[in-house]
Nanobody
Framework: QVQLVESGGGLVQAGGSLRLSCAAS????????MCWYRQAPGKQRELVAS???????NNADSVKGRFTISRDNAKNTVYLQMNSLKPEDTAVYYC????????WGQGTQVTVSS
């Protein structure tokens, strides 16, 4: 079992910044991919960014240049630095871990006011 604990969500004005964290614990597999997804009301969940233990990262086009994903393998923690936030970034943000099995975090709300 792997447990994921997310933190860092909140309310911010447009143009502001937030930093999300997702700490994984339990049976962590040495090679894994950790991602951030988001789901806005009435919309499907979408991939925001991903990072593998080899250091590779990928960002969705909608957040390139504004969001940065990073990870601390020693702490089994992934971060999402979100800058220049827009109202359309408002969503519940979910952490996802894929090692031997797939796990999801409980989600953290990000609200960007205009």
């Amino acid at each position: 079992q792997v447990q994921l604990v997310e933190s860092g969500g909140g309310l911010v004005q447009a143009g502001g910044s937030l930093r999300l964290s997702c700490a994984a614990s339990g049976s962590i597999f040495g090679f894994n991919t950790m991602c951030w997804y988001r789901q806005a009301p009435g919309k499907q969940r979408e991939l925001v960014a991903s990072t593998h233990t080899d250091g590779s990262t990928n960002n969705a086009d909608s957040v390139k240049g504004r969001f940065t994903i990073s990870r601390d393998n020693a702490k089994n923690t992934v971060y999402l630095q979100m800058n220049s936030l827009k109202p359309e970034d408002t969503a519940v943000y979910y952490c996802r871990y894929l090692g031997i099995r797939l796990y999801w975090g409980q989600g953290t709300q990000v609200t960007v006011s205009s």
